[in-house]
């Protein structure tokens, strides 16, 4: 349901490093069907930081604040596990990227970090690619710990 926002990676040239994590985020919220009474858990995984609105990436213009989609996300009782970057992240085409673990593993500016204002979790993602860390078992866990958890 995000392939028109055509984030990394998109058909043609995408020399922007930040991704669009927050509409997509965003649209997870507003446009799954959740089901009334369910544990509503949503898994993101990104390795570099995130532009709020009117900002613009390679495909256009971003369409939500980080208030928008912490709203979204927390009005309809969604955890976020977010298998990211932490700061400083990685290299990419248009330089480092220090501020990637911004909203994910660390707050953004006075907002309190997706995982946590959500009761989910983030986790490192250069401990999946390490093999330290299985993401599956990660996602497990977290399902099974926020399973029966009130939000």
Known sequence: FTESN?????????SDCAENSLDALYAAATQCPWREGATRMVVHVTDDTFAE???????GPVQHSYIETL??????EI????FATPSPGNECALGPTPLAGQGFHESYGAQTAIPVATGGRAWNLRDVRSGTLDMATAISELIEDEYCTLY
Not at 6 to 14: D, H, L, T, V, Y
Not at 53 to 59: E, T
Not at 79 to 82: E, P, S, T
């Open 71 to 76: 709203s979204a996300l927390t009005g309809r």
């Open 79 to 82: 955890r976020v596990g977010a």
């Open 53 to 59: 609105a009117p900002s613009s990436l390679s495909a």
């Open 6 to 14: 055509e984030q990394p990676p998109s058909g043609g040239n995408n």
